[in-house]
């Protein structure tokens, strides 16, 4: 496994997002919202865009943006702890960006991640038995 990226490396690729974004968004954006979640192989990224006051839903994410956030995710997996399931990122005019992590709930999804996703994270992302999310614990002894 490679080094966690520091701060500076994870604010770099935030960066990256932020500017690629401004340079996608339509004129009259006032905010984008983007819930990107994965638990092994299994992967989304969703966007609400609001124009002008009205919301704008299934914004498709260009897939430069779900790679950065892949690239984000990998470089953030520390060997005791894994990585996070769930980023949202909020992008705001004129350009101000913020994003939350979630390292231990289940992703919201329907259906939920298989015993398979959960298998698959531990192999790319391993983590101490004492930070296995209960869910996934769950899923794994089914």
């Avoid at 996070?84 to 329907?110: C, H, K, N, R, V």
Wanted: proline share 8%; with cysteine; charged share 25%.
């Amino acid at each position: 496994m490679t080094q966690p990226l520091g701060f500076e490396g994870q604010s770099e690729i935030v960066s990256d997002i932020t500017t690629t974004l401004l340079t996608l968004l339509p004129e009259g954006w006032l905010r984008l919202q983007i819930d990107y979640r994965a638990v092994g192989d299994n992967v989304a990224g969703d966007g609400l865009l609001f124009l002008d006051g009205q919301r704008v839903a299934g914004v498709d994410l260009p897939e430069e943006i779900h790679d950065r956030f892949a690239a984000l995710r990998k470089g953030m997996a520390h060997p005791e702890r894994g990585t996070w399931f769930q980023t949202t990122y909020w992008l705001e005019q004129p350009g101000s960006a913020s994003i939350t992590y979630e390292w231990q709930e289940m992703p919201a999804w329907d259906p939920p991640p298989s015993a398979e996703d959960c298998a698959r994270e531990l192999e790319l992302h391993p983590r101490s038995a004492d930070a296995v999310p209960d869910w996934m614990r769950e899923r794994l002894t089914r």
